[in-house]
Nanobody
């Protein structure tokens, strides 16, 4: 019922910035938590940031102070502004939607119901 499409990935140098965008379609967008996840080769997919409908945010310790998540409910978009990028930020980044009330509001990989196709972010040293 929710379709997500990411854009904005690319190849950058350490210290550069990127802004990822996620466009959602479906009637339940305004009622769900939105999150950004990332997965590097050989690693488990992990939550990077999450945001509620009303703007409460969560950030993984590894990105606090560097990444900013935001959403525009009227335009059905969610963004992730990534500043001061590091090589360890290299991963496929996924937009995801959580449409349930289980566990912590920001949840984790297994608590999100809808996923985008992913966009590659590569940061060179």
């Amino acid at each position: 019922q929710v379709h997500l499409v990411e854009s904005g990935g690319g190849l950058v140098q350490a210290g550069d910035s990127l802004r990822l965008s996620c466009t959602a379609s479906g009637r339940t967008f305004s009622s769900i938590v939105m999150g950004w996840f990332r997965q590097a080769p050989g690693k488990e997919r992990g939550l990077v940031a999450a945001i509620t409908f009303y703007g409460s945010t969560y950030y993984a310790d590894s990105v606090k102070g560097r990444f900013t998540i935001s959403r525009d409910n009227a335009k059905n978009t969610v963004s992730l502004q990534m500043d001061s990028l590091k090589p360890e930020d290299t991963a496929v980044y996924y937009c995801a939607a959580k449409d349930n009330r289980a566990g912590a509001w920001y949840g984790g990989t297994n608590s999100y119901d809808y996923w985008g196709q992913g966009t590659q972010v590569t940061v060179s040293s």
